[in-house]
């Protein structure tokens, strides 16, 4: 199966260091094996949305096929085009929870007219920063347990470091006090750099920071990389979109995914 979407295509590339991929004509089987619980590790891909009960029940069928649904305790599909008209309660009717985004895409970077200048912004130093940039990453409040969340950004910390051995790429954080409190990550493959979302700590947000890291991650990437353009995966409505608009992106995709965790008592114990 040729992946279309520019959001799945550098997905699969970011993500090849720790996954292994089986692909078919028809579909795409993602796995992690180092965290097998890991939702967007281990996945399918089809090339859209199931359109029918009977097509999705396939659907299921072959997750079954490919993982060990009741050990792993989740289910979890994506689709490499996402049309307009899709019946979602073929998803929903089956205990599946939907999310809908899309890929965002900056050619020429806009100056904002407020940029925080103040702060200072660096690239990170990965030995001596690392234990920060995890602790950066762990939302105490999150729905995933914190020694799950630390062992996923152990895991993607390491990979990233040797990603960044193969092709272009960066992460531009904001410290104070000593700790990071904003980070951000862009990494070039081929003409195309896919952003990581910006992470800014909860008690230094609402100060420009996201909007700096941007600004200077797509300044270096341009001047240094001669990429053609930059992509960033959003979520549909968030307040984020508002700051991507105002540094130039616009929507070239829409995507999403399907997610069905498994009731408490099906899983294994421990």
């Given at each position: 199966m040729e992946l279309i979407s520019k959001g799945q295509k550098t997905d699969i590339v970011m993500d090849s260091l720790e996954t292994s991929i089986e692909n078919t004509p028809d579909y795409i089987v993602v796995r992690t094996p180092s965290m097998p619980d890991y939702y967007s590790g281990n996945k399918v891909i089809f090339p859209q949305p199931a359109q029918s009960e009977q097509e999705f029940a396939k659907w299921m069928d072959l997750y079954r096929q490919k993982f060990d649904v009741p050990k792993q305790g989740f289910m979890h599909f994506t689709w490499d085009q996402n049309p307009a008209e899709t019946d979602w309660t073929i998803y929903t009717k089956q205990g599946f929870t939907i999310f809908t985004g899309h890929t965002l895409s900056l050619q020429q970077i806009e100056k904002p007219a407020r940029l925080n200048q103040q702060v200072r912004v660096r690239t990170i130093h990965w030995k001596q920063d690392f234990h920060s940039w995890k602790a950066l990453h762990v939302d105490p409040h999150g729905s995933a347990s914190i020694e799950y969340q630390q062992r996923y950004w152990q895991m993607k910390g390491l990979k990233l470091q040797q990603f960044q051995e193969i092709f272009p790429g960066q992460r531009w954080v904001i410290e104070q006090d000593g700790e990071l409190v904003a980070d951000l990550g862009l990494y070039a493959i081929k003409d195309i750099a896919r952003f990581h979302a910006p992470m800014v700590a909860p008690k230094w947000r609402k100060k420009g920071y996201a909007t700096r890291l941007i600004y200077e991650a797509a300044v270096f990437a341009k001047q240094y990389w001669q990429v053609r353009e930059m992509i960033l995966v959003s979520e549909?409505?968030?307040?984020?979109?508002?700051?991507?608009?105002?540094?130039?992106?616009?929507?070239?995709?829409?995507?999403?995914?399907?997610?069905k965790v498994l009731p408490k008592e099906i899983q294994p114990s421990e």
């Open positions: 549909v409505g968030s307040d984020a979109d508002r700051l991507y608009a105002q540094l130039g992106f616009i929507k070239i995709e829409d995507i999403g995914e399907a997610t």
